[in-house]
């Protein structure tokens, strides 16, 4: 997440209490029949909408209905361990014993993926034995990922770019192979 969206959230929640902040879900397409989840923060529904439709439409995409582009993705939990503090065998065996769905070795962390309803039960029992992680959280991961060239990547990270900007923006996720250009 980035650490703009992080800053305008803690600074909604220090505004007082005379406005109702709600987190809302849409969901729709961009680009080249890419999907978007797209989680928001708001005190305003109708504004996040009609900006996040917008910067959609600009795109070549538009907003869906709720439940047009969940059943693409997993909802899921994810903990990131670093390598550099604890083996293999010793996160490996955490996760089976707790009931996480996935343990992966990646180049600098190790990544344990749980189902969104064990995700809690797992990471308690990571926080038993582990004192600190990269990062821990629920996310929303596709099942099957969209292929992309490099004129179709500039694109739609543009498009991201645009939707990261809106104050209401908390998370974006797609199921394009986006790559850094």
Known sequence: MPKDN?????????????????????????????????????????????SIRTILQKNGGRLGESGSTTHLFNNCGVIH???????????????????AKDCLNLDN???????KEDF???????????NNFK??????RPINY????EDQNKKILEMLDSLEELDDVQNI?????????
Do not use: C, H, Q
């Open 6 to 50: 992080i800053a305008r959230a803690i600074s909604k929640s220090e505004m007082g209490d005379s406005k109702n902040y709600e987190n809302l879900r849409y969901e729709g397409f961009g680009p080249f029949n890419s999907a978007f989840i797209i989680e928001t923060l708001t005190d305003n529904k109708n504004r996040s909408a009609s």
């Open 81 to 99: 361990i670093d390598k550099k503090k604890y083996g293999e065998e010793e996160v490996f065996e955490i996760a089976t014993n707790s009931g």
């Open 109 to 115: 962390y190790y990544e344990i993926i749980s189902k």
């Open 120 to 130: 809690y039960k797992v990471k308690s029992e990571f926080e038993k034995k582990i």
């Open 135 to 140: 990062y821990s959280g629920i996310e929303w």
């Open 146 to 149: 969209l292929e992309i060239n």
């Open 173 to 181: 996720y797609t199921n394009s192979n986006l790559r850094n250009i």
